[in-house]
């Protein structure tokens, strides 16, 4: 390799790190570049649910009957129960 | 919602001992579905089609009021006699860990940055819909969260995690579960280890960094065929270790990875995402409440997938 372009490596790899967190280089269809360390906040904010995107999650469920049935009567409120076959509904949905 | 209803929220495979399946049966509650009753457990809204949506909730409070208060304010049976629950529910692991996991898909934004996707069902369809976040649930003993932290906790020092911790972590929350219903995949390599970054008498701050090969290597010819699922995960984190407590007081980790394969195992609703493989998003953080949300099971502690028993070794 020429010394001039092997010198621009280290420039090139700096640059491209800094352009956008995750690096493009190197990439192959299914190999994950490293991620740094200073993105780590921003990549949580970014996965974790989004403000009013799922309003559900914000309901104190219980996960009783016994212990709806003892509040519903007490409190003079009808029951809502949300079932799913296959694992908890306010888990994976 | 809970200024006119009582929310409760059931695996239909959980749902408890006799008088509460009894009364799940008088008012139809089970499968994927949404129902209602008063305490005493007659059956509300049975003709409506119902949503967690006040439309058809206004519905049922209106016929729930119509009732005597004798039905809306009952004495309750004893529950005395009850048979138990054929199937309790898991309890978490006491004086373990709990870590609450979420799964996004992500894609690169014009800068080459990684950034939130919004992807839909049925994306073609009018009346298409958003993917939303998934989220699980990550158990470790108390054991296996005294593993995480080195021994001799000095700046630098640095511990792998057990291979059970790996395989839990990245074959049941480290995979794309967007879907919602998906299996665990098996570990094919990782590596996780946690470096200790500060160490003072009473607390250790960790570096986390992680990476793993999941399900079956990439193969474009068998996209759609079943099973052909698989993904590669690298995650970071931090994490804060109480000395005294011997307990983790933070434990925040990020992955992002690339998926492949057939996404219709498990469920005919379809996220279609024209890439492939395509690109997901993983986090954990600490569970430190004790709510009934904050208690739910792991999904693959009772869904067992190709990695096995959740607790095995």
Redesign the interface.
Known sequence: MNMRLRNAWPTFLFTAFL??????AAES?????????A??DR??A?????PG??P?RE????????E?????????????????????????? | ??K??????????F???S??LE??EK?G????????????GRR?GQEADLR?RERE?SR??DE?LALP?GE?????PS?EGSRPPDRP?PRPPPGGTVLRG???Y?E??E??????AKRFYYEENPDRWAA??????LWLTPEETRSLVPPEPRVGSRVEAPSRVQKRLFGTVGID?ME???NSLRVRESSLTLRVEAATEGSIEL?IEG?AKLGKP?DEASRKEPRSRGS???????ASYDRAKGAFTRF?L?????A?GCKMDYVDREIRIREH?WWY???C?LVAGS???D???P?NM??YGEAGKYFEE
């Open positions: 352009s956008g967190g995750i690096s493009r269809p299914t190999s994950v570049p490293e991620i740094p360390h993105d780590l990549l949580l970014a996965i974790r649910p989004q995107e799922s559900w309901i104190p469920w219980l996960t009783s009957i016994r709806a049935r003892e509040r519903a009567a007490r409190e003079g409120k009808p029951i809502v129960v949300f079932t799913a076959a296959d694992g908890s509904p306010l888990s994976r949905t | 919602m809970t006119h209803f009582i929310p409760v929220a059931l695996d239909t495979y749902r408890g001992s008088d509460e009364f799940c008012i509650a089970g499968g994927n579905h949404i129902a209602t009753g008063t305490a005493g509300l967690l909730l049922v409070l729930f208060e809306r304010m009952p004495a309750l529950t529910v979420y799964c996004a992500l690169r934004d800068s080459g940055k990684l950034v939130r939303e976040t998934q989220s699980d649930t579960y919602g219903s998906v570096r990476a990439h590669e995960v690298r995650i970071i984190g931090r925040d990020v992955g992002a990875g690339k492949w493989p998003g993983v986090a953080e709510t009934p949300l208690r739910i099971p999904y009772l869904h």
